[in-house]
């Protein structure tokens, strides 16, 4: 009985390890809100990544999953402008950062720092929410 119940505590453990490890987003040291970082699998990161560009009605202009990078683009809700994420995968040892850059279309007013905090914002947090499930 003994054996079994140090074999049931090691597995669950392990288990909450894992899944508490994989949850440790947060935004950079300065409150940069275009930053994150996940303990986890690139993989599953990149995989977070498109299914949250999708559910946001971004469309993929170019990708390059080597060098972990994407470009997506999406009309404005309502003036009709154009919103363009640069996003930055970056694997170091076991910790998967991602970093956001929202910009305006070709020809467009540049977007405010609010504009694009907001931006990142959104697709960041539908990120997590994608990878949290």
Not at 5 to 30: E, K, M, N, Q
Not at 33 to 57: K, N, R
Not at 78 to 84: A, F, L, N, Q, R
Request: hydrophobic share 45%.
């Amino acid at each position: 009985m003994s054996d079994r119940l140090v074999w049931t505590a090691a597995i669950l453990g392990a288990a909450i390890l894992v899944l508490g490890s994989f949850g440790c987003a947060s935004s950079g040291a300065d409150g940069d809100p275009w930053t994150t970082h996940y303990v986890g699998s690139p993989d599953d990161v990149w995989t977070a990544i498109h299914m949250a560009l999708i559910e946001l009605d971004y469309d993929i202009e170019s990708e390059n999953r080597e060098d972990g990078l994407v470009k997506a683009v999406r009309d404005g809700a309502s003036d009709g402008s154009v919103e363009i994420l640069s996003i930055d995968q970056i694997m170091r040892n076991d910790e998967v950062k991602v970093y956001v850059r929202a910009a305006s279309g070709e020809g467009e007013p540049t977007m405010t720092m609010g504009q694009q905090a907001a931006i990142a914002k959104e697709f960041l947090a539908l990120l997590n929410g994608v990878l949290y499930k």
